[in-house]
């Protein structure tokens, strides 16, 4: 039984329309206008206990408005979700225990308090037994680094800082769920790897079950093998990462050097030329329709060249041109 | 949506009592605050007896009520309202105004009694910095003490004055659930309390029409009802009556709370803030 269950998961939001202006102000105050906006539009996926997954999607995706409903403080204007067998928002005490949650732009740490003064207040809202306290404590200061600053008063904390001591504040009741909603933004990369350790630690050897939003694709490569893809608050992928790539990422570059200045006319049936330098010219093919020896072949046919390279399609290319372009059926085969 | 029976889990009060602690400790880290407070209660305090007695003086006074009671009073109201006029849950509308109330809504706790218990001991903190203002009052201001039963009844009733004043400040910042910013209203019940509360005048020093009025209000029992059970205006065969009225709005102003805290939770969790 998936310990994450969502089935046509739906959120609208019903905003005021407000004219520009000081009319549209006073104007609003008198009749108003409504006008729905889908945030979440019909979203189903599910995850089995101890599944770390990948959320992505380009800003107002709706990726933040899932997070909201999976702990319970916002209710879904239709659809089933279920999280450890609990309905969140009805039960948002409960399901709070059963879940831990870190966002990058916002901390649950006591502001003016030093780290460990919030720790101790966390122990005790959940209700943490003294030893298992204790245990996390020296587990999670010595591969968070904690020590140094475990007494000095949150707002003085550098971002990696806070971002550890959320990390750890989020963790103290062993959470069966964490939700991780852009954790790495902002963080240098020690700090980004620092945390991308935790977040794999807490998934092995745990068993913490993890749903991770990010615009950080490094994020994804180096944790998880799945990914559910989101814009316009549909799901448009769920599946391996290493599956969009191949079947998605179809789009190569084959960089050729060449022994004479290159041609005007410069071209090879098959390829498009995407740009062009005094010796260099890249040029853009399709992995389904043409094989890079294939290419090499008809490139050698008509030019002296001194060397090739292939460019492979990196994550970001790809996810970027989904987000531009729109998803494409065909081009990736049917959603699992 | 499935239909399970929402339930509560097991209520601890621990938590609450932590953060209560807490809010102390937050406080503490303004340690001027001890001196800004005694010398501000000094100079007020030297200011309204030099009004009072200068009032006095013109024969401007009220005649069941001494020279030397009406400085009592003032010094209580002043030393009240050091606790009193601190806004509690000034928290509710700052987590609003950042949104970081979803943190909050995402911990297994009762949101409303966080803010009850962090407002809570805020004002302990401060309660314990009186005790320097107290000894002034006591030792050169000379300020009168009654006898241990009205003594006592003046602390009933300025707990209860306490928790009407706690509601009144909550549901103001619970306006901001709809408005996002309060202080104009703010500004408006703080002069209205200061007037109507009999925290500067005392309320029987009004003309009797007007009296009719302020006492339909609820600012009365912050401040006026503990003050004239403190100098004896109110006599104990009233205190009843007086603490029951009290007790009225703070059911009064409870129900609105929750009604309030309610509608502005539900607007959050059905619109996203």
Same mark, same amino acid.
């Given at each position: 039984?998936?310990?994450?269950?969502?089935?046509?998961?739906?959120?609208?939001?019903?905003?005021?329309?407000?004219?520009?202006?000081?009319?549209?102000?006073?104007?609003?105050? *008198?009749?108003?206008?409504?006008?729905?906006?889908?945030?979440?539009?019909?979203?189903?996926?599910?995850?089995?206990?101890?599944?770390?997954?990948?959320? /992505?999607?380009?800003?107002?995706?709706?990726?933040?408005?899932?997070?909201?409903?999976?702990?319970?403080?916002?209710?879904?204007?239709?659809?089933?979700?279920?999280?450890?067998?609990?309905?969140?928002?009805?039960?948002?005490?409960?399901?709070?225990?059963?879940?831990?949650?870190?966002?990058?732009?916002?901390?649950?740490?006591?502001?003016?308090?030093?780290?460990?003064?919030? *720790?101790?207040?966390?122990?005790?809202?959940?209700?943490?037994?003294?030893?298992?306290?204790?245990?996390?404590?020296?587990?999670?200061?010595?591969?968070?680094?904690?020590?140094?600053?475990?007494?000095?008063?949150?707002?003085?904390?550098?971002?990696?800082?806070?971002?550890?001591?959320?990390?750890?504040?989020?963790? /103290?009741?062993?959470?069966?769920?964490?939700?991780?909603?852009?954790?790495?933004?902002? /963080?240098?990369?020690?700090?980004?790897?620092?945390?991308?350790?935790?977040?794999?630690?807490?998934?092995?050897?745990?068993?913490?079950?993890?749903?991770?939003?990010?615009?950080?694709?490094?994020?994804?490569?180096?944790?998880?093998?799945?990914?559910?893809?989101?814009?316009?608050?549909?799901?448009?992928?769920?599946?391996?990462?290493?599956?969009?790539?191949?079947?998605?990422?179809?789009?190569?570059? /084959?960089?050729?050097?060449?022994?004479?200045?290159?041609?005007?006319? *410069?071209?090879?049936?098959?390829?498009?030329?995407?740009?062009?330098?005094?010796?260099?010219?890249?040029?853009?093919?399709?992995?389904?329709?043409?094989?890079?020896?294939?290419?090499?072949?008809?490139?050698?046919?008509?030019?002296?060249?001194?060397?090739?390279?292939?460019?492979?399609?990196?994550?970001?290319?790809?996810?970027?041109?989904?987000?531009?372009?729109?998803?494409?059926?065909?081009?990736?085969?049917?959603?699992? | 949506?499935?239909?399970?029976?929402?339930?509560?889990?097991?209520?601890?009060?621990?938590?609450?009592?932590?953060?209560?602690?807490?809010?102390?400790?937050?406080?503490?880290?303004?340690?001027?605050?001890?001196?800004?407070?005694?010398?501000?209660?000094?100079?007020?305090?030297?200011?309204?007896?030099?009004?009072?007695?200068?009032?006095?003086?013109?024969?401007?006074?009220?005649?069941?009520?001494?020279?030397?009671?009406?400085?009592?009073?003032?010094?209580?109201?002043?030393?009240?309202?050091?606790? &009193?006029?601190?806004?509690?849950?000034?928290?509710?509308?700052?987590?609003?105004?950042?949104?970081?109330?979803?943190?909050?809504?995402?911990?297994?706790?009762?949101?409303?009694?966080?803010?009850?218990?962090?407002?809570?001991?805020?004002?302990?903190?401060?309660?314990?910095?009186?005790?320097?203002?107290?000894?002034?009052?006591?030792?050169?201001?000379?300020?009168?003490?009654?006898?241990? &039963?009205?003594?006592?009844?003046?602390?009933?009733?300025?707990?209860?004055?306490?928790?009407?004043?706690?509601?009144?400040?909550?549901?103001?910042?619970?306006?901001?659930?709809?408005?996002?910013?309060?202080?104009?209203?703010?500004?408006?019940?703080?002069?209205?309390?200061?007037?109507?509360?009999?925290?500067?005048?005392?309320?029987?020093?009004?003309?009797?029409?007007?009296?009719?009025?302020?006492?339909?209000?609820?600012?009365?029992? &912050?401040?006026?009802?503990?003050?004239?059970?403190?100098?004896?205006?109110?006599?104990?065969?009233?205190?009843?009556?007086?603490?029951?009225?009290?007790?009225?709005?703070?059911?009064?102003?409870?129900?609105?709370?929750?009604?309030?805290?309610?509608?502005?939770?539900?607007?959050?969790?059905?619109?996203?803030?």
């Amino acid at each position: 039984m998936p310990i994450i269950e969502a089935i046509d998961l739906r959120k609208v939001f019903r905003r005021i329309v407000r004219q520009p202006g000081i009319g549209g102000a006073i104007g609003a105050l *008198f009749s108003r206008e409504y006008e729905d906006k889908v945030a979440v539009d019909d979203v189903s996926f599910s995850l089995a206990e101890g599944e770390l997954v990948g959320y /992505l999607g380009p800003n107002g995706a709706g990726k933040s408005t899932t997070i909201k409903m999976l702990t319970g403080i916002l209710v879904p204007t239709s659809g089933v979700l279920r999280v450890a067998g609990l309905v969140p928002y009805q039960r948002r005490q409960e399901n709070a225990q059963n879940i831990g949650v870190v966002f990058g732009q916002r901390s649950q740490l006591y502001w003016d308090l030093p780290l460990r003064e919030s *720790f101790e207040l966390l122990r005790s809202i959940y209700d943490v037994p003294l030893n298992r306290y204790q245990e996390n404590m020296r587990h999670f200061a010595e591969i968070l680094d904690l020590e140094r600053f475990l007494d000095t008063p949150v707002r003085q904390l550098s971002l990696g800082e806070r971002m550890r001591g959320d990390f750890a504040a989020a963790m /103290l009741h062993d959470p069966k769920i964490v939700y991780l909603d852009e954790p790495t933004i902002g /963080l240098d990369v020690v700090a980004k790897e620092a945390i991308r350790v935790f977040i794999a630690q807490i998934n092995r050897e745990r068993g913490t079950t993890v749903i991770l939003t990010t615009h950080d694709l490094a994020d994804v490569e180096r944790l998880t093998p799945r990914i559910v893809l989101i814009d316009h608050g549909k799901v448009i992928y769920d599946g391996a990462l290493e599956r969009l790539r191949t079947e998605y990422g179809t789009h190569r570059v /084959l960089v050729v050097t060449t022994v004479d200045p290159v041609p005007d006319d *410069f071209a090879v049936p098959g390829a498009e030329v995407e740009s062009r330098e005094p010796y260099v010219v890249r040029l853009g093919f399709d992995r389904r329709t043409l094989t890079a020896e294939a290419l090499i072949r008809r490139v050698l046919e008509r030019y002296a060249i001194s060397d090739v390279s292939i460019i492979e399609p990196d994550i970001d290319t790809i996810v970027r041109r989904i987000y531009l372009e729109g998803y494409q059926q065909n081009a990736v085969g049917a959603p699992s | 949506m499935t239909g399970t029976v929402p339930r509560r889990p097991r209520f601890r009060i621990q938590p609450y009592i932590e953060f209560a602690k807490k809010a102390m400790a937050r406080e503490g880290t303004y340690r001027f605050d001890v001196f800004t407070t005694v010398g501000s209660f000094v100079v007020r305090l030297y200011l309204l007896r030099m009004v009072w007695t200068a009032l006095y003086a013109h024969n401007a006074a009220p005649v069941d009520l001494s020279r030397h009671e009406i400085i009592t009073y003032s010094a209580v109201a002043l030393l009240m309202g050091i606790v &009193m006029d601190i806004d509690q849950t000034r928290a509710l509308h700052d987590k609003l105004h950042d949104g970081s109330i979803a943190t909050d809504f995402m911990k297994p706790i009762i949101v409303p009694l966080y803010f009850f218990a962090d407002g809570t001991g805020e004002v302990l903190f401060h309660a314990a910095l009186l005790i320097p203002s107290i000894l002034i009052a006591l030792l050169i201001f000379n300020i009168i003490v009654p006898p241990p &039963m009205v003594l006592a009844a003046f602390f009933v009733s300025f707990l209860l004055g306490y928790l009407v004043g706690f509601f009144l400040n909550f549901i103001l910042n619970c306006t901001a659930f709809w408005t996002l910013e309060i202080s104009a209203v703010q500004l408006i019940v703080t002069w209205l309390t200061d007037l109507l509360g009999g925290e500067l005048i005392p309320l029987i020093l009004f003309p009797a029409f007007l009296q009719q009025f302020i006492y339909a209000l609820p600012f009365a029992a &912050m401040f006026s009802t503990p003050l004239l059970i403190y100098v004896r205006q109110i006599p104990p065969a009233r205190y009843l009556e007086v603490m029951g009225l009290q007790v009225a709005w703070i059911v009064v102003l409870g129900i609105v709370s929750t009604v309030m805290w309610r509608a502005g939770a539900r607007r959050v969790v059905v619109q996203g803030g």
